[in-house]
């Protein structure tokens, strides 16, 4: 079965950096598209950006520019590289397979001086 597990997350300051990464297994990863979402409290879960099988991006306006997505086939991973984070920034990330409803357990993102 579908599973994602992320990890990478942590507690930095605004301005900071981290490399988020989630390893997937139970599909044929390098056939999807993969995405990052991200839900902070109190808040819906929204989509931040996704990469297509053919590594193709799309970004969340308010990440452009930002956050970059990544993935490697061969170790069946997808990272989020989130650079000069803000406040806002704060949530629980999670990846997600374009075309299959499963979600990880997330990793958690604080942004606070």
């Known amino acids: 079965q579908v599973q994602l597990v992320e990890s990478g997350g942590g507690l930095v300051q605004p301005g900071g950096s981290l490399r988020l990464s989630c390893a997937a297994s139970g599909f044929t990863f390098n056939w999807y598209g993969m995405s990052w979402y991200r839900q902070a409290p109190g808040k819906e879960r929204e989509l931040v950006a996704t990469i297509s099988a053919g590594r193709n991006t799309n970004y969340a306006d308010s990440v452009k520019g930002r956050f970059i997505i990544s993935r490697d086939n061969a170790k069946k991973t997808v990272y989020l590289q989130i650079n000069s984070l803000k406040s806002e920034d704060t949530a629980m990330y999670y990846c997600?397979?374009?075309?299959?409803?499963?979600w990880g357990q997330g990793t958690q993102v604080t942004v606070s001086s």
């Open positions: 997600k397979a374009v075309q299959f409803d499963n």
